[in-house]
């Protein structure tokens, strides 16, 4: 294939902007589809993605577009929006020479599209501009096309309506005109970078790769660069909507490879492909590693399951190189895994795809994030699992991740955002005016006051306008306490967090609140207490059951009712003694779900 009649762009835009309408309709305008079929979200081919109405992975496909009579080939990598998938993005973006930053018309310049134009200048990408949902009544387009020449800098502007099919002809040639053909020479040692992967239980790993340098094909022996093991490859070929066989991919393509790959681990997203004899001397630029920001445990609901939970994970982890993982050991849930996540959005859909892709239900304990203890002794601990906790006479400081907050916002609800991070121990540090109508908030917030609620609780304040974009700034010293629940005298450590000391009461709280609603009473009194070290900081009592032990005394002498009455009260202390409160799974459900205003 001729290069210059080759392009490798990507769809990227804040969530919710029209990014999966608009690559239906380039797959309706280039005949990969039926126009009349009129099929919504083609590529999220996930069950999960076309319920929600987002992208979760990043998806690729080949296109043709006949353009003055020359054919040209599009490979196009439609991305996800959201904050906390933003890795997703990043992998696309080495893998194209160009971006169409899709901009929604009745909402202007959203905070997630500042980062992901940011993220593809990084990656020296030519950037489109596209105006999405010019057809709504509420579309300001010429105050979109004026925020987009003042932010971005660029003139050159496609109006479209993903929905109604509007423009689309027209932005197609604006992807042939100006981003530019793929660079690379088929005679020189081959480079190809792995964008992404997946496991087939019948063929392997499945490596979806683009081709920078020389060529690969079928029966070529390879090695992967970080860790020299060689394969031979069976299958190569391009990726329509479903894989078509070729017999070779040379520089500038994108396809996928099958070459008996057995082991989950060996294909690693970001690594490079060479051939086994005449390989490169240098692996190709990847792209950033993911830093999980939020960790959970998660452990099988029922026990046995904890080997299937166990290579769940390790295919998960092929196709999502974000997921981070390692066993962890609970006396209350017995044993699972230690899980790093991006985002709490990330940790919900590992949850459904466990539950639905592998049929393995699971219970997650409450999230927390990584912390630096600085120790008496001069040592530093990083601890992200309350468990290991330090004792604090040990401990001299702690610092915990600090995050750059942009919050974009209607001017109206400024008040309401203001409130709501300042409850979360945000520091405002500047805020501009984007136009009469927004305004651009900056903040420092810590990252244990954005993982539970503080998403919900934004849109809830600005009537679901506000848009939000975080990304880690530093560690900071802060006055940080470990919350243990203790469930008669006994601490749960599946249930522990660590908090700042201004929300350990509110907080700890909240949670023996929910415990009281869920646990079922017992033959005796269960007390739920949080605590802080020996000081008890909440309470609780759940009220033991009565079982009427007078009923048949009828009338007679008093002492008589009294020694029942007795009697019943020894044996509730003795049960009280040797009796185990039995929890229900609600429980570390409702955990989650307790209020961390």
């Known amino acids: ?97 160009g971006a169409l930053l899709l901009i929604d018309a009745s909402q202007g310049i959203e905070a997630q599209t500042m980062s992901n134009m940011y993220l593809a200048l990084e990656n020296d990408l030519e950037i489109i501009p596209v105006i999405n949902k010019i057809d709504l009544p509420k579309a300001d387009i010429e105050g979109t096309h004026h925020d987009i ?21 027209e932005l197609l040639k604006g992807v042939i005109e100006h981003i530019p053909a793929p660079k690379g020479d088929i005679d020189a040692p081959t480079k190809a970078l792995i964008f992404d992967s997946y496991f087939d239980v019948y063929r392997g790993v499945i490596v ?34 479903k894989k078509e066989p070729a017999k070779l991919l040379e520089a500038g393509e994108v396809g996928y490879i099958i070459a008996n790959i057995k082991e989950v681990a060996d294909a ?26 939020v960790f959970s445990g998660v452990f099988p609901i029922d026990g046995d399951d904890y080997g299937a939970l166990r290579d769940s994970l390790a295919k998960l982890k092929l196709n999502d190189a974000a997921l981070d993982y390692e066993p962890e ?6 044993f699972g895994f230690r899980c790093g996540f991006l985002g709490m959005l990330h940790l919900e859909i590992i949850k459904e795809r466990l539950l639905r892709e592998y049929n393995v239900p699971i219970i997650a304990t409450t999230p927390s994030v990584r912390f630096i203890v600085n120790l008496n002794n001069g040592d530093h601990k990083i601890v992200y699992n309350p468990i290991d906790y330090p004792d604090p006479a040990l401990i001299e400081n ?14 109206e609800y400024v008040g309401n955002v203001m409130k709501l991070v300042q409850n979360r121990r945000g520091i405002q540090k500047d805020m501009q005016y984007i136009d009469e109508t927004r305004a651009s908030i900056h903040y420092e917030v810590p990252l244990i006051e954005i993982i539970f609620d503080f998403y919900d ?67 005796f009194k269960i007390a739920l207490q949080a605590s802080i070290g020996s000081k008890i900081i909440s309470r609780s009592t759940i009220g033991a059951m009565r079982k009427n032990v007078t009923a048949k005394c009828y009338g007679g002498d008093i002492t008589r009712k009294k020694k029942l009455l007795e009697k019943q009260k020894e044996g509730k202390k003795r049960m009280k003694e040797i009796g185990s409160v039995a929890i229900p799974q609600e429980a570390f459900l409702e955990v989650l779900k307790a209020d961390r205003s």
């Open 1 to 97: 294939m001729n290069k210059e009649r080759i392009r490798n762009f990507c769809i990227i835009a804040h969530i919710d902007h029209g990014k999966s309408t608009l690559a239906d309709r380039f797959l309706e305008v280039t005949n990969v589809i039926d126009k009349n079929a009129r099929v919504t979200q083609i590529l999220d081919d996930m069950e999960l993605e076309q319920e929600r109405g987002i992208t979760i992975k990043s998806h690729a496909i080949r296109m043709e577009y006949v353009l003055n009579g020359e054919k040209y080939v599009l490979n196009l990598i439609d991305t996800p929006g959201h904050v906390d998938f933003s890795y997703e993005v990043s992998r696309s973006l080495a893998s194209c020479d």
């Open 149 to 169: 020449i003042e932010n971005i800098g660029i003139d050159t502007i496609y109006n479209i309506s993903a929905k109604e099919g509007i423009g689309i002809d």
């Open 208 to 241: 979806l790769v683009r081709i920078f340098e020389g060529t690969l094909k079928k029966g070529d022996n390879i090695k992967l660069f970080s860790n020299n093991k060689e394969f031979a490859i069976e299958e190569i070929g391009y990726l329509g909507l």
């Open 268 to 293: 690693r997203v970001g690594d490079t492909i060479t051939h086994q004899k005449n390989s490169c001397d240098v692996a190709l630029k990847g792209f950033q590693e993911p830093k999980p920001m």
């Open 329 to 334: 050991n609970s006396l209350a849930l017995g």
């Open 398 to 411: 702690v610092e915990e991740p600090i995050m750059d907050a942009e919050i974009i916002v209607p001017t």
């Open 457 to 523: 609780k934004l849109k809830s304040v600005s009537r679901g306008y506000a848009s939000l974009d975080y990304s880690f700034k530093e560690y900071r010293a802060s006055k940080v306490a470990k919350v243990d629940i203790l469930i008669n005298s006994e601490k749960v450590d599946a249930m522990s967090f660590i908090c700042h000391e201004d929300k350990a009461y509110s907080w700890g709280k909240s949670v023996v609140d929910k415990l009281k609603d869920v646990i079922p009473k017992h033959l």
